[in-house]
T-cell receptor, first 114, second 112 residues
């Protein structure tokens, strides 16, 4: 039973445009959400997080939106750059930081085209 | 500040053998978590250690075990290896477990 779902295995976006990556979850106990970016042969790199008490968090070109009633979050990257091409993972936890173990989606491969 | 380091980076073993993987967290971080990444199952939580104690455990058989030392370094052991244990094993550290986890590059284990 997948508790965190990223339904788009891949996404292609033109350089300079907005990239929107989506994530859905089923466990209502999840209280803290994160996005990680992963290049091949490297570990995931933390991008941005959001607590369930907020509906938006922004950090530079990255913005995460949380819709608790829909159990949905999205990551917006504006503007998209070639270096953003990577696999993006959505993760969730019942406690801040994920000491109880982060639950990950299967990832979305973002391809930024010149 | 140095990041999370994992050794070895690559490992080839045969079925039935056992393996030990090592993780050195970021200096000052006391929480270490381990994850398994496979193409079919994605990233799955194995266990988390804080101050030499296992605080949380994922849904993996008892063949998977770990420990943490007083300097926060952690080791993960897999006994009686199976073909399905072939995976990328990732270690992540955080200050307390209740803040951002930072991942190492992983150890790629191949079981033949």
């Amino acid at each position: 039973d997948q508790q965190v779902k990223q339904n788009s295995p891949s996404l292609s976006v033109q350089e300079g445009r907005i990239s929107i990556l989506n994530c859905d979850y089923t466990n209502s106990m999840f209280d803290y959400f994160l996005w990680y970016k992963k290049y091949p042969a490297e570990g995931p790199t933390f991008l941005i997080s959001i607590s369930s008490i907020k509906d938006k968090n922004e950090d530079g070109r990255f913005t995460v939106f949380l819709n608790k009633s829909a159990k949905h979050l999205s990551l917006h990257i504006v503007p998209s750059q070639p270096g953003d091409s990577a696999v993006y993972f959505c993760a969730a936890s019942a406690v801040r930081g994920g000491a109880d173990g982060l639950t990950f989606g299967k990832g979305t491969h973002l391809i930024i085209q010149p | 500040k140095a990041g999370v380091t994992q050794t070895p980076r690559y490992l080839i073993k045969t079925r039935g053998q056992q393996v030990t993987l090592s993780c050195s967290p970021i200096s000052g971080h006391r929480s270490v978590s381990w994850y398994q990444q496979t193409p079919g199952q994605g990233l799955q939580f194995l266990f988390e250690y804080f101050s030499e104690t296992q605080r949380n455990k994922g849904n993996f058989p008892g063949r998977f075990s770990g420990r943490q030392f007083s300097n926060s370094r952690s080791e993960m052991n897999v006994s009686t290896l199976e073909l399905g244990d072939s995976a990328l094993y990732l270690c992540a550290s955080s200050l307390s477990g209740f803040d951002t986890q930072y991942f190492g590059p992983g150890t790629r284990l191949t079981v033949l």
